[in-house]
């Protein structure tokens, strides 16, 4: 079993849908970050959230930090193509990064 | 400006030989890492180095042996190749912030094929 579960593993929307992602653990953390990477290329960094409870805002992207610190999701508003690629959640409970398996999404025109 | 950069982006070899893979950051951070991707995108960190310090060794085959001639590069080296050693190979990079996690900058990978 992974550290940080995230789902779904595939997501394919059409433009203008909601959607939300979840990363889930067993762990605590003192924060978490999600990461967006596109094919062929590495993963970018889209927010760190570090507070139980805390909503960060990303244009149309919502971030939010589980009360408990052991869960986060990522809710996408309208989606657009250019939103398509793999979301990637991770933490470092113990000092080292861990990373989800990540949520493949693919929004369609 | 690359602020992380790896060559080669692309590596192709057969089992068996030695191969290594570069990367350089002009970040002026003092952390740098590498991970590994599998074909089902999991990203598992293998190394990371801070200070010219091995910080984090996670339970990779010592065929695989991170060499730091200085800050701003971390390479590579893969002996005696295996087939399952066929992966997309990430360096990254970050300046200790002495708390939370850090933000890491990631280069564009190095995709590994070996037959």
């Known amino acids: 079993t992974q550290l940080l579960e995230q789902s779904p593993q595939f997501l394919s929307i059409q433009e203008g849908e909601n959607l939300t992602v979840y990363c889930n653990s067993s762990?605590?953390?003192?924060?978490l970050q999600w990461y967006r990477q596109e094919p062929g290329e590495g993963p970018v960094l889209l927010v760190t959230v570090v507070t139980g409870g805390e909503v960060k805002k990303l244009k149309r992207l919502t971030f939010q930090f589980g009360d408990a610190r052991k869960d986060s999701s990522l809710h996408i508003t309208a989606a657009q193509p250019g939103d398509t690629g793999l979301y990637l959640c991770?933490?470092?409970?113990?000092?080292?990064?861990?990373f989800g398996a990540g949520t493949r999404l693919t929004v369609k025109p | 400006d690359t602020a992380v950069s790896q060559t080669p982006k692309y590596l192709v070899t057969q089992m068996g030989n030695d191969k290594s893979i570069k990367c350089e950051q002009n970040l002026g951070h003092d952390t740098m890492y590498w991970y590994k991707q599998d074909s089902k995108k999991f990203l598992k960190i293998m190394f990371s180095?801070?200070?010219?310090?091995?910080?984090i060794n996670e339970t990779v085959p010592n065929r695989f042996s991170p060499k730091s001639p200085d800050k701003a590069h971390l390479n590579l080296h893969i002996n005696s190749l295996e087939l399952g050693d066929s992966a997309v190979y990430f360096c990254?990079?970050?300046?200790?912030?002495?708390?939370?996690?850090?933000?890491?900058?990631f280069g564009p990978g190095t995709r590994l094929t070996v037959t």
């Open positions: 762990s605590v953390f003192s924060s």
């Open positions: 990254a990079s970050s300046q200790d912030s002495g708390g939370s996690p850090p933000k890491q900058y």
């Open positions: 180095y801070n200070n010219k310090e091995l910080i």
């Open positions: 991770a933490g470092a409970p113990i000092g080292d990064m861990r």
